[in-house]
């Protein structure tokens, strides 16, 4: 609105002046200007992309199981007596999920997502349902290493230079990876809520997405570990 008095007395438009309330200005404003434009420019890039920006629709039609597999890493929202040191930890969940079926195909719990609980959780899943065509992941790191996918846009090596082939790569496995901060491309973090909902929020320690989801019960028992579910069991009721 200050903005648009300056102007108006920039160019001899004092006539115009004074404006009408700020409410009435705010209102003319908001009318005009494009929904997407909003989104732009109040919550940023990410929030138009997801919400405004052209999209391509994935079609299932043509789609045979083990064709495509989409693997990522969630966070249990569960507090855990890790056992050993006795300790309140969260724990988490390296997952692979066929695009056509949406069955998990292959997964591996993990105090710390990394390369090694990656190729455990691949490997599950070729021992029990074959080999896919082609993995789609993000760009963590746990995924892009020298000997599952590759280095991907992080490669700089020097023109000519030998570099082996990867576990995907001697698989037969075509790997792709999604844009950076577009979860719309993974449909696994569909999956990954009903873990939370059928799964998380079944034990003691379930500690919520967020502040505001965390359980009264939560403040009751504190962070004794005690209190908690042990890490072995709860690698036992993600196996079953």
Known sequence: MEYWILIFKEQGKEGLLPLASSGTFGRKILKDIPAPVLKYF????????????????????????NDIWVCDNHTFDVFVNDGE???????????????????????????????????????????RYGIPKRILSDNGREFLTFDIGGRGFRTSRKDG??????????????FRTALPTNA?????????????????????????????ERPE???????????????PEIVKHVDT
Not at 107 to 127: H, K, M, Q
């Open 42 to 65: 109040r919550e940023g890039e990410k929030a138009f992309r997801d919400a405004c920006a052209p999209y391509i629709q994935r079609t299932y039609g043509d789609l045979h199981s």
């Open 217 to 231: 019960r939560l403040t009751k028992t504190g962070k004794p570990a005690e209190n908690f579910t042990l890490l």
């Open 161 to 174: 230079e030998h570099v082996a082939p990867t576990i995907l790569d001697n698989l037969g496995i075509e």
């Open 184 to 212: 719309r491309a993974k449909i696994i973090e569909r999956a990954f809520r009903d873990v939370k909902e059928d799964f998380s929020k079944l034990f003691e320690g379930y500690t919520g997405g967020t502040i505001a």
């Open 85 to 127: 040191h006795k300790k309140p930890v969260r724990v988490y969940l390296t997952a692979f999920l066929d695009v056509r079926s949406r069955k998990m195909m292959g997964w591996y719990v993990t105090l710390n997502p990394c390369s090694d609980a990656t190729i455990f959780a691949l490997r599950r899943g070729i021992e």
